[in-house]
């Protein structure tokens, strides 16, 4: 009989004396009645790297459910084993298509442990190249272990054995709604990197984490980064160390440092376990764009230092800059570029009717009056639309 993509629930009732026993078997959170003696799944076997020397414990199988379409995260399964006889983890987060992430409540011991999550989220389609990190947070003893797993289409069938654990919702240990805006990286050199964040949300928001990907799942993880809380407001800067720069970072898969032709993902997490994160550069296949850095060189003129990373040249036809209040200047009719492949470039973004700004080529729109200045330590937002019609959002 073929498996649906549903648990088979096989129940063993053993009558002694009349009572019905069942021992040895871990209950499924919320779930009525007996417990899953062997739950089955038909799923995923991927091709994983974990950090063999973490002192939590060792992964030894990695498996997920292929999502369909309109599906947001399926099941991630983990075959695992913990150092200490209770260690409790509290959290999972992950970088992937939807990134799902949250709390949950699973204590694991020395015995090898199967965990399943509604945590996986590769993409729907198979695609080798693409690469899902996992991060399960304990509080007991304190750490974490990171997982990166390929998302290719291995199909197989896995029976979750004893103990087990199945999580069947994930929680968000929050009442305020969080919300970081991450500008571009910039590379100070190939192991320290910069990113501007802001907060654009009533909530401080404390991180404590980071981790760096490389496209072929190399991670550098800081697990005890000096906690670092941003208010409401103007943004900060963000130093990234990975390599030798960041001699506590823990390095999973091979060494890897900063090259603007190249793509990693950022991954910062707060104490309460909400997470963001953000992408630096992209694939060199189309237009591509970096941001190497920026100077406010007036109280109405900031100029952009721009990189073309892609493969063809880079003209713009328009820009639109906007403050925090959602008060805009655009120009239409700017005309610059071209950029060659691999080719620096100086943006100069202006506003205001008069002197050094923008003349009559800008139009505003929001608050007359609100936004007649640029000032460092305040954060913008800049839209640069080229005319294959890309748009480049940089926020600084």
Not at 72 to 100: C, D, E, Q, R, W
Not at 111 to 118: D, F, I, K, N
Not at 276 to 297: I, R
């Amino acid at each position: 009989m073929k498996l649906s993509r549903r648990v088979f629930l096989i129940i063993l009732i053993a009558i002694i004396a009349g009572i019905g026993v069942v021992t040895g078997l871990v209950l499924v959170p919320s779930s009525p009645g007996f417990p899953y003696l062997s739950p089955t799944y038909q799923a995923e076997k991927a091709t994983f790297q974990s950090q063999s020397q973490n002192s939590l414990g060792t992964i030894y199988e990695v498996w997920y459910i292929q999502p369909i379409i309109g599906e947001m995260n399926t099941s991630l399964i983990v075959y695992l084993s913990a150092k200490s006889p209770n260690t409790h983890f509290y959290a999972v987060s992950t970088v992937g298509v939807n990134s799902p992430y949250g709390n949950f409540s699973a204590t694991i011991g020395t015995s090898r442990t199967w965990l399943a999550l509604p945590a996986a989220s590769c993409p729907v389609t198979p695609d080798p190249t693409f690469t899902d990190l996992v991060v399960l947070h304990a509080d007991s003893p304190l750490g974490d272990i990171v997982i990166t797993f390929h998302c290719t289409q291995a199909p197989g069938t896995v029976v979750l054995g004893n103990p087990h654990i199945i999580i069947s919702q994930l929680g968000h240990s929050t009442t305020c709604a969080y919300n970081l805006s991450i500008g571009p990286a910039i590379y100070v050199n190939g192991i320290n990197a910069t990113i501007w964040v802001h907060n654009m949300d009533g909530c401080s928001v404390t991180l404590t984490h980071y981790y760096v990907m490389d496209t072929q799942g190399d991670v550098y993880s800081k697990l005890n980064w000096t906690a670092l809380t941003i208010p409401p407001g103007p943004g900060v800067r963000l130093t990234v160390l990975i390599g030798s720069a960041c001699t506590s970072c823990t390095l999973t898969g091979n060494s890897f440092s900063f090259q603007y032709v190249n793509r990693y993902v950022v991954l910062f997490v707060m104490a309460n376990n909400v997470q963001f994160h953000q992408t630096t550069g992209t694939s060199s296949g189309s237009e591509s764009l970096a941001t190497n850095s920026w100077a406010f060189v007036s109280s109405t003129n900031v100029t952009l230092s721009l990189q073309n990373l892609g493969s063809t040249a880079i003209t713009f036809l328009s820009y639109s800059i906007n403050d925090t209040s959602g008060n805009i200047w655009k120009n239409s009719a700017w005309n610059a570029g071209p950029i060659a492949p691999g080719a620096t470039y100086t943006a100069n973004i202006a506003i205001g009717y008069g002197p050094g700004g923008c003349g009559s080529a800008c139009t505003y729109t929001g608050t007359p009056g609100a936004f007649n200045t640029l000032a460092q330590g305040t954060w913008y937002n800049v839209k640069l639309v080229t005319a294959l019609g890309t748009t480049f959002t940089i926020g600084f």
